[in-house]
């Protein structure tokens, strides 16, 4: 007989890490994705095609463009005409009439799973931006996310994000309060404030090459007859704290990209390292580093600079550039070890991301990110490469999700054999 396939909507979908993951363990099915950036649309419906055996029509209405924001058109359709005139060109026609309501239909929604924009609740973003706190309209997308939830009832849901989210304190009130009010008002029992702590995990204990801390929240219907601490047990049981992957895991078997002699000048662009001798893997190219950047990465790897002062770092940023800063500028990956947490700055410079070979003086390139963040080879990012930084640096670690969705089946799994 075969086992029961439980359904999910994912918001803040991105390109899809999370949804990946839970498709790989072929116990869900799912119903809807929402996300408001149009190159991580086309990726995820991309992906839905490819891999997923979805046909073009199928992937056009599960993956809506839409700024979730707008919580009230999302869920019923019926659009106003500022949103048709943003929207209608890139969205299925019947979701534009239905909403979501329309895609999920009577289905019942068992899970609803993703994770607001994270900059605003980063302690980087607050250190770059003081106001962030108090002007940044993402530390309240939690508020659409509950909507949703409220609107379809799912027996759970999954709620990513990344550490930070437990100090954040937007308009001087803790964001975990919040989110604790926002919920249980609505029936569902998750982690007191004071708990939440607890739901920090580490995706480099879920079989992934990087050290990423991220808080899971996880909620359950009050009257689903489920546990809360039944879940958070299978999640930890999924860890394999005892295998640590590393930079030279992940993206050893890639080809090398050596820097050229004399940069060479295509059309409108300029390209300073060899291209990939194998066509067959994709989006491996090196961005165009000058004379002064290749130097740097060179002599920052050979002497593992990682490891000098903070004000040593400081003080060899303005020896070599002539300009001032109070922030870390450089960074190699070591290849014994897991990469630092693999961020969307990566979309501007890659600067912190520096190669671990110093022959090949340069930056990581988009599949070398991807395959960090454990996003299978054949997974196709449709969009400019800093587009492409960004949805990599902004997903879920397929590897991470993938267990996160494991262990939640094995809990649903047993409540349903009993």
């Not at 009230?72 to 359709?77: A, D, K, M, V, Y």
């Not at 007191?192 to 739901?199: G, L």
């Not at 489920?226 to 895991?249: A, G």
Request: aromatic share 12%; charged share 25%; net charge positive.
């Amino acid at each position: 007989m075969p086992k029961k396939k439980y359904t999910f909507i994912d918001l803040f979908a991105g390109c899809g890490g999370l949804t990946d993951g839970f498709l790989q363990t072929g116990c869900y099915k799912s119903i809807a994705h929402v996300e408001w950036e149009l190159p991580m649309v086309k990726t995820l419906r991309n992906r839905l095609v490819s891999k997923w055996k979805f046909s073009e029509d199928e992937a056009l209405k599960e993956v809506v463009l839409f700024d979730i924001q707008k919580t009230e058109e999302l869920i019923n359709g019926n659009w106003s005409k500022e949103t048709l005139e943003k929207y209608a060109a890139y969205n299925h026609p019947d979701v534009i009439e239905g909403g979501l309501r329309g895609i999920v239909g009577k289905q019942k929604v068992d899970l609803i799973i993703g994770g607001p924009p994270c900059q605003a609740y980063s302690i980087h973003g607050r250190a770059t931006d003081k106001n962030s706190m108090n002007d940044d309209y993402r530390n309240f997308l939690f508020e659409s996310f509950c909507k949703v939830v409220d609107t379809f009832s799912p027996d759970l849901f999954v709620f990513e994000n990344v550490g930070g989210l437990l100090s954040a304190k937007p308009g001087g009130i803790p964001v975990r309060n919040r989110i604790y009010d926002a919920f249980t008002k609505i029936g569902y029992q998750i982690l007191t404030p004071e708990d939440m702590p607890t739901a920090l995990y580490n995706a480099v204990n879920f079989e992934v090459p990087q050290n990423r801390p991220r808080v899971i929240i996880l909620g359950v219907r009050k009257d689903a007859n489920l546990k809360l601490e039944d879940f958070y047990n299978s999640i930890d049981n999924e860890q394999k704290k005892d295998v640590t992957l590393t930079v030279r895991d992940a993206i050893s078997q890639l080809p090398p990209l050596y820097p050229l002699d004399k940069q060479v000048k295509e059309g409108r662009y300029v390209r300073s390292h060899q291209l990939n001798p194998n066509p067959e893997i994709t989006l491996h190219e090196a961005r165009n580093h000058g004379p002064r950047e290749r130097n740097i990465f060179k002599e920052w790897v050979e002497n593992n600079m990682n490891h000098i002062s903070h004000q040593a770092m400081i003080d060899y940023y303005y020896a070599k550039t002539g300009h001032k800063t109070l922030y870390q500028k450089y960074k190699s990956l070591e290849w014994d070890k897991p990469s630092h947490t693999v961020v969307a700055h990566l979309s501007k410079d890659g600067y912190m991301f520096i190669h671990p070979d110093p022959n090949q003086q340069r930056s990581i390139t988009v599949r070398e990110a991807a395959c960090l963040m454990t996003f299978p080879m054949d997974f196709q990012f449709l969009g400019s490469t800093p587009y492409n930084f960004k949805m990599i640096g902004n997903a879920v670690p397929v590897n991470f999700a993938s267990a996160i969705a494991k262990g939640i089946y094995k809990t649903l799994d047993r409540r349903k054999k009993k």
